[in-house]
């Protein structure tokens, strides 16, 4: 301590002072310094935040919309089948109507033919009983009649036949629609989405 001031007596003041100055001006540098650092370094701390939120708002908005693309997507082909279902059930509807007209069309042309030929075998038995009432004799009576119904069994086998054709014939063209209808569907859904 002695020596301290030993030291401190033979400073004068000027020197203390200009010793103080430097000491402090030392100290306003490193603090200056140290500011600047802490300022340099805040500042890269700062831009690498924004940085960093920029990049994470970014991604973030890429990944927004990809989803509403993904979405919209989804959306689209949602309605695209929904159209084609839509679509698809009209033209069954359209297909079992057609089916119907066939149908009902064909059995009035059938039920037609089948009068038209009733009526025909009315008048060949009016006709065949007027004869019957000409007769002379009990074998030409036998005769008219074996023959009247040798025609009778053979118009009746050949009335059958064309009727069963027309039958088998009328049923093909009524399924022709709704079998292209299912045609179609084994078509459109086997086929991978």
């Given at each position: 301590?002695?020596?301290?001031?030993?030291n401190l007596?033979s400073?004068?003041?000027?020197?203390?002072?200009?010793?103080?100055?430097?000491?402090?001006?030392?100290?306003?540098d490193?603090?200056?310094?140290?500011?600047?650092?802490?300022?340099?370094?805040?500042?890269?701390?700062?831009?690498?935040?924004?940085?960093?939120?920029?990049?994470s708002?970014s991604?973030?908005?890429?990944?927004?919309?990809?989803?509403?693309?993904?979405?919209?997507?989804g959306?689209?082909?949602?309605m695209?089948?929904?159209?084609e279902?839509?679509a698809?059930?009209?033209?069954?509807?359209?297909a079992l109507?057609?089916s119907?007209?066939?149908?009902?069309?064909?059995?009035?042309d059938?039920?037609?033919?089948?009068?038209?030929?009733?009526?025909?075998?009315?008048?060949?038995a009016?006709?065949?009983?007027k004869?019957?009432?000409s007769?002379?004799?009990l074998k030409?009576a036998?005769?008219?009649q074996?023959?009247?119904?040798r025609?009778?069994?053979e118009?009746?086998?050949?009335e059958s036949?064309?009727?069963?054709?027309?039958?088998?014939k009328?049923?093909?063209q009524?399924?022709a629609?709704?079998?292209?209808?299912?045609?179609?569907?084994?078509?459109?859904?086997?086929?991978?989405?």
């Amino acid at each position: 301590m002695a020596r301290m001031k030993q030291n401190l007596g033979s400073q004068t003041m000027a020197d203390i002072t200009t010793a103080t100055e430097n000491n402090l001006t030392e100290v306003k540098d490193a603090t200056v310094e140290v500011v600047e650092q802490t300022q340099a370094a805040s500042a890269k701390s700062f831009e690498q935040t924004v940085a960093a939120m920029k990049d994470s708002m970014s991604k973030a908005t890429s990944t927004v919309e990809a989803s509403q693309l993904q979405i919209k997507e989804g959306i689209t082909k949602t309605m695209k089948t929904a159209e084609e279902v839509v679509a698809f059930s009209q033209g069954n509807v359209e297909a079992l109507i057609k089916s119907g007209q066939i149908w009902s069309t064909g059995l009035q042309d059938i039920s037609k033919q089948m009068a038209s030929s009733m009526q025909a075998s009315y008048e060949e038995a009016m006709s065949a009983f007027k004869a019957l009432t000409s007769v002379k004799s009990l074998k030409e009576a036998v005769d008219l009649q074996v023959g009247l119904a040798r025609s009778a069994v053979e118009k009746s086998v050949t009335e059958s036949s064309k009727y069963t054709d027309a039958s088998f014939k009328l049923a093909e063209q009524a399924m022709a629609p709704i079998s292209s209808r299912v045609t179609l569907a084994v078509e459109k859904f086997s086929k991978p989405i």
